[in-house]
């Protein structure tokens, strides 16, 4: 079992008083109090409806909110003490909450929560962003009936997204784990899933919590030694998937998250991709990808701008970085107009192998690495608009597809370039 | 013993063993208990300390209702004695200090009743209008069947008189009509005439459905809450200390005006809460129970709620949510064949797997929840049941006195019993029964004489105010009890596993803590929570006492 020193006393009492549960709902948060409220009132809705007879915990783990986040969700309990008016309930619903630290560290929330499912013999966890304000009672029991049910380890979700919404994921994170992992994935970089005890356990023990790296993309790392242990996984499709604006500058971040995280696994994981090829699906409740497809304005001039400006401005890096040819190739296309501008699949997934290797040798400090995937990868999201802009869903599946082939394709080239000296 | 000298609040601190003639000891061999049998085991039950019984109905019957369906109100049942052999258990039970209560059945009769036979004789007959009567079957159509699996009509259609009947439970029990004044004279005369025999309360069958009126679910309606006070305006005339206790199945809103301000019922069942201790135990969460009881509404102070965990009926899930019930049948009757109408028919040891711990924590509640415990016969030993029997009979087989002959029950051939004796290897007479477990000082009877005894060495339990406390474990049910200077606090554990539990006693600093078995010290309640762990399924009583 995992070392439960770092959860406070508070909360170990609080765990005590819990007790046993058979379903654990994770809550990680950080001044949600906009969106928090309803979230957790439809968690409550689907856990009354769904699953009334079992025992359940809604825990949030909190970097430090000032705006009540806390408050909103223990506000949901059901019990002798405080009784929900209009809302029935065979037994005790606790919502409890803890402070992890003042900041906050997605990783340590995550730990925190898998700690709490340890300690109460959860036998079914979720998670849940506190951003998902288009949750419905029916993803609960997506993600949790697969788990408590049907003896599923891991309830990956799907979403019905936007064609141009969540393009790292189809771009970069989905078909790079199908192509090394052999597993078809959608969404490795999960923001609500579902996980049993058992898989939650070995993660907490395992999971390099300390040495400042298992803490970064812990969600992703996740899937991942699902992926690994040879735990059972599944897909669950849960509905419409907020879209995700963010600014520029998140882009780095979520790269670090994420792409960072998967860079850093391979390192690890290399006897197990390294033996991969082809891939597989799993299994999956109701669709793997939906696609919106009305119309959404996209800044195409920017980020055709930040990708030139990049490879200018970044030149000397990717030297250290890239292969010549793959290098000669992005000024090649970097000097195209805008009509003609293109960044294909076969030198998109050339580029961003010839990152991943220099990153499992640090060619140069390994957050700048990730920090000069940016600007390609905007690259890579004007092409892929152009490409899908007028584009039916089967045309931008079909797209997506393609792009997983060329992974999968030139999945012997990262091993060669994995393995060589330089 | 029910002179008018005696206190008259007795029944709030009585023990009531529920008992059927029929069921309990066969004097004469003629494998039907009696009330001479009865009598020989008054001993037994002064020993395991109950103050009072209460007997099912043993007038003359056809016995198609287990003697709810009376024939004759004004005497006794000839398979179980005469009336002086009843007069002889009153007088023996009141030697031994033990009250008696009867069944009385006031909503309706057997088909087989005289007053029956002649109201259906003709329309023009005086006693016609004794019962309800109508041309068509479509009146009072928004009123419930109860017993949904053998009746699909409250009417029933007489070939007689041509015409239907109503009857609120089984077809052969038509309703007697509590709008006719001769009915109602008629009835207090019945409770009079067993006053004067001597007998200490009534146990009044199926009150809420006296009265019909059109528009209304023809339940607890004013005209029946009226009739009710007068007799209780009666019985306080001409037989003060006398008690009456109500068999409403409702909740406890509409239980309450079965109290009224002290002049209609002095007990009533609380039914709801029965089936929310099971649903507790089982769930491991005090929520049901506490939520129940902060629903329960304060009751006039003369007045008592009478609790049980199981009786001669089925466990009625009645008066839980459609979910609760669900869940109670997949928890508690995975067997379809343990379900009968909306209820669970089986004993309290079968419910509980035979579990001891778990026969102790419900027992124990039973014992210290505000109200006036009832103990079913042979409960007091873990006697199992057998729902090969139909209907109800499978929890009303014969008391398991032995391992000999007939389990000691009687000396008749085994075919001539009533009901078969059960003998499966786990609940078998030869396993469990009163002899065996005398001998054996860690008996569940002689656990049961122990939590008797300290119940009734306090006035708390049956008169006491309750407070629950609300410890953030909610695995743990616990209480206080206060009455006057004197506080006592109750810890359950309604869980399978250890608990720990702080409470929360700092308004009780300095005070120690006495465990009222043992009468082992514990700790000093100071500032902080106080701390207590608990085994699996395991209970604490505690006097305070501040040294």
Known sequence: ?422 | MNSNNEDELWYKDAIIYQVHVRTFHDSNGDGIGDFLGLEQKLDYLQELGVSAIWLMPFFPSPLRDDGYDIADYYSAHPSYGTLEDFRKVLDSAHQRGIRVIIEMVLNHTSDQHPWFQEARSSQDNPRRDWYVWSDTDTRYKDTRIIFLDTEKSNWAWDPTSKSFYWHRFFSHQPDLNYDNPAVREQMWNVMKFWLEMGVDGFRLDAVPYLVEREGTNCENLPETHNILKELRRKLDQHFPGRMLLAEANQWPADLRPYFGDSDEFHMAFHFPLMPRMFMGLKLEDRKPITEILQQTPEIPPSCQWSLFLRNHDELTLEMVTDMERDYMYDVYAQNKTMRLNLGIRRRLAPLLNNDRRRIELMNGMLMSLPGTPIIYYGDEIGMGDNISLGDRNGVRTPMQWSGGWNAGFSTAESEKLYAPIIHDPVYGYPAVNVAAQRESEHSLFHWMRRIIAVRKSSAVFGRGSIEFLYPANHRILAYLRRLGSETVLIVNNLSSAAQAVELDLRRYKGNILIEMFGNNLFPRVGDLPYLLTLGSYQSYWFRLRRV
């Open chain 1, 1 to 422: 079992m995992e070392d439960g020193n770092f959860l406070t006393d508070d909360f170990l009492r609080q765990l005590i008083n819990v007790g046993e549960v058979d379903i654990l709902v994770g809550l990680p948060t950080h001044n949600n109090a906009k969106t928090i409220g309803s979230i957790v009132h439809t968690i409550r809705s689907g856990i009354l409806r769904d699953f009334p007879r079992e025992r359940v915990v809604i825990l949030n783990a909190d970097g430090g909110s000032r705006d009540g986040t806390p408050e909103l969700i223990t506000g949901v309990s059901i019990d002798d003490v405080r009784p929900a008016s209009n809302v029935y309930a065979l037994r005790t619903l606790h919502a409890i909450s803890t402070k992890y630290a003042s900041t906050p560290q997605s990783g340590v929330a995550l730990r925190t929560i898998l700690a709490a499912a340890e300690l109460l013999r959860a036998k079914a966890c979720i998670v849940v962003s506190p951003e998902s304000e288009l949750i419905t009672p029916e993803w609960i029991s997506n993600l949790l009936r697969p788990v408590y049910y049907e003896g599923f380890d891991l309830v990956s979700p799907t979403y019905r997204r936007h064609k141009f919404d969540g393009l790292l994921t189809t771009n970069l994170l989905y078909p790079m784990v199908r192509a090394l992992y052999g597993v078809r994935i959608r969404e490795a970089y999960m923001s609500e899933f579902g996980f049993s005890g058992r898989l939650g356990s070995q993660f907490l023990g395992k999971n390099r919590w300390n040495d400042g790296i298992g803490e970064d993309g812990a969600e992703l790392r996740l899937a991942l030694a699902a992926v690994t242990g040879g735990f059972r996984i599944c897909q669950s499709f849960l509905g419409t998937k907020d879209p995700v604006e963010r600014r520029a500058a998140d882009l780095v971040s979520t790269l670090r998250q994420s792409v960072g995280v998967l860079f850093s696994a391979l390192e690890f994981d290399f006897d197990v991709w390294s033996t991969v090829s082809g891939s597989q699906d799993v299994p999956t409740t109701g669709n793997d990808l939906e696609l919106l497809l009305d119309p959404l304005r996209v800044n195409r001039k920017r980020l055709l701008e930040m990708f030139t400006s990049g490879v200018s401005e970044l030149e000397s890096v990717f030297q250290s970085i890239l292969s010549p040819s793959t290098l000669a190739d992005l000024k090649r296309i970097v000097g195209l107009g805008d009509e003609q501008f293109r960044y294909p699949a076969e030198l998109w997934v050339r580029t961003v192998y010839e990152f991943a290797a220099a990153f499992q040798k640090s060619v140069i400090n390994r957050d700048h690495i990730i920090q000069a995937l940016a600007p390609l990868f905007r690259g890579r999201v004007f092409t892929f608009v152009v490409e899908n802009r007028n584009g039916s869903a089967m045309d931008v599946a079909n797209n997506i597809e393609g792009l997983c082939l060329e992974f999968e394709r030139l999945k012997p080239y990262l091993l060669e370039i994995w393995k060589s000296k330089e």
